[in-house]
């Protein structure tokens, strides 16, 4: 196997193409299937629902497209965050930070695909206890990202490596 795709980054790309293939099923199932856009909402347990929203921005509303301009300039930035994912993946050695990077790159492919094909962001993923909502309304790709995130974060904020200088003074002795 060639030195660009060692088994951790394709396990990881497989992952990112299992997490988008996925998400485009649930959302095609939710859409047509189920036919949320016209039910709105549908019960399933005392904590989580089925609510269809039309979600035109990016994490948590911002940078919402109220034009076509708008639209595929948010098209083009995801997409050029994608890349930069995928060059990370590709440059990165440890898996648990490819694993993270996988989970990024498998939803943002997954949201990207609905705004060009929609205009939009389909979100249907309804958490509450009673009437507290702790998250907005959100899809697996959002909760993919999410998580991905998160383990980025931790393993930069809990790995230690040791200084270059310190392991040559090791080697040394």
Not at 37 to 65: C, H, Q, R
Not at 108 to 115: F, K
Not at 130 to 145: E, H, Y
């Amino acid at each position: 196997m060639s030195q660009l795709f060692t088994r951790n980054r394709l396990i990881g790309l497989i992952l990112a193409a299992a997490i988008y293939f996925t998400d485009q099923w649930i959302k095609d199932y939710v859409t047509w299937t189920l036919k949320l856009p016209e039910k709105g909402k549908i019960d399933l347990l005392p904590f989580f629902d089925l609510t269809w929203v039309e979600n035109y921005g990016v994490s948590l509303g911002m940078l919402t497209a109220q034009s076509m301009e708008m639209r595929w300039g948010l098209v083009a930035l995801t997409s050029l965050i994608a890349l930069v994912v995928v060059v990370w993946i590709m440059r990165e050695k440890a898996f648990g930070d490819i694993l993270g990077l996988s989970l990024v790159l498998g939803g943002a492919a997954g949201n990207i695909d609905d705004r060009m094909n929609f205009g939009f962001v389909v979100d249907y993923a309804d958490f509450h206890i009673g009437t507290f909502r702790p998250f907005l309304v959100f899809n697996l790709a959002d909760a993919a990202i999410t998580i991905g995130v998160l383990i980025i974060l931790a393993r930069s904020f809990l790995s230690r490596e040791k200084p270059e200088t310190n392991a040559a003074a090791g080697k040394a002795a």
